[in-house]
Nanobody, 116 residues
Framework: QVQLVESGGGSVRTGDSLRLSCVPSISSLAMATMNWFRQAPGKEREFVASISWRTANTNYADSTRGRFTVSRDDVKRTMYLQMDSLEPEDTAVYYC?????????WGQGTQVTVSS
């Protein structure tokens, strides 16, 4: 099984920043695409950002583009989501996702709460 360990969530105020981390258990990420999703209670899970491990090519949801930055550290084998200018609307459980060889794996989620 592929395990995804997430960390970095917390409770902050509007305008603050957080950095989420996701560490996958697999040895090689060269062919992987990794994503961040989020889900608020009573709402559908939505896409946040993605990164191709090999090329570092990224894409973002319209709601987070310009405020969030997804990156990866190949040495540490870790994906990050730098979240700046946080808004109450960003409050959700954030999930790390890994796509590899037609398979999709999910982390347990980390709570981000932004108060006004």
């Amino acid at each position: 099984q592929v395990q995804l360990v997430e960390s970095g969530g917390g409770s902050v105020r509007t305008g603050d920043s957080l950095r989420l981390s996701c560490v996958p258990s697999i040895s090689s990420l060269a062919m992987a695409t990794m994503n961040w999703f989020r889900q608020a209670p009573g709402k559908e899970r939505e896409f946040v950002a993605s990164i191709s491990w090999r090329t570092a090519n990224t894409n973002y949801a319209d709601s987070t583009r310009g405020r969030f930055t997804v990156s990866r550290d190949d040495v540490k084998r870790t994906m990050y989501l730098q979240m700046d200018s946080l808004e109450p609307e960003d409050t959700a459980v954030y999930y790390c996702n890994l796509q590899l060889e037609s398979s999709s794996y999910w982390g347990q989620g980390t709570q981000v709460t932004v108060s006004s």
